[in-house]
């Protein structure tokens, strides 16, 4: 079975510091990989995905991940953080049946 | 992009009465919608997938008979919560299946029930 888990709930940092969120999954089979954000109130919106390719993904918002296959890692990477980058991560994979399974969460807070 | 709406944004409602939460593809047609229930501070729950023109299959706990999912047209879901209860308040979102299986997410609706 397919699942995914973020290993951390909460993440303060520093406005320009550089971030990671962490995500870790597991699959006996081909993975599709995804991280979202959402805002307060709001839906989610797709920050970068993984399908096949290139392991470094880029996103919006100046956000990257990066697929490691023998570490079965997806974390999710950001240069230099903004206040407005305050919000709820959720990485997810998805199953062959279009269903996505999504992580705990993280949440970033930047602190000015 | 391909955008999903969902109305209402936000209701309240007193316990006993009937809710019906819209879902609409705007610029794509999806056979395959998704109704998800998040409560605060938590990750997203699959109550069901909605399929146009087809009964809707719904995940194990989540009971039909109260989250009733009508998918009519190829760009609309509705999910109508039942003899509501304050139990029942929650953020409901629903997301829309496009191409290379990718959802694409409404804005979500905030139910409160009294």
């Known amino acids: 079975a397919q699942s995914v888990t973020q290993l951390d709930s909460q993440v303060p940092v520093f406005e320009e510091a550089p971030v990671e969120l962490r995500c870790n999954y597991s699959s006996s089979v081909s993975v599709y990989l995804f991280w979202y954000v959402q805002y307060p109130n709001q839906g989610l919106q797709l920050l970068l995905k993984y399908l096949s390719g290139s392991t470094l993904v880029k996103g919006i918002n100046g956000f990257e991940a990066e697929f490691n296959k023998s570490q079965t890692s997806f974390h999710l990477r950001k240069p230099s953080v903004h206040i407005s980058d305050t919000a709820e991560y959720f990485c997810?994979?998805?199953?062959?049946?279009?269903?996505?399974?999504f992580g705990q969460g993280t949440t970033l807070q930047v602190k000015p | 992009g391909a955008v999903v709406s969902q109305h209402p944004s936000w209701v309240i409602c007193k316990s006993g009465t009937s809710v019906k939460i819209e879902c609409r593809s705007l610029d794509f047609q999806a056979t395959t919608m998704f109704w998800y229930r998040q409560f605060p501070k938590q990750s997203l729950m699959l109550m069901a997938t909605?399929?146009?023109?087809?009964?809707?299959?719904?995940e194990q706990g989540v009971e039909k008979d109260k989250f009733l999912i009508n998918h009519a047209s190829l760009t609309l879901s509705t999910l109508t919560v039942t003899s509501a209860h304050p139990e029942d308040s929650s953020f409901y979102i629903c997301s829309a299946l496009g191409l290379r299986n990718e959802q694409f997410f409404g804005p979500g609706t905030r139910l409160t029930v009294l």
């Open positions: 909605s399929n146009e023109g087809s009964k809707a299959t719904y």
């Open positions: 997810a994979v998805i199953r062959n049946t279009g269903k996505l399974i």
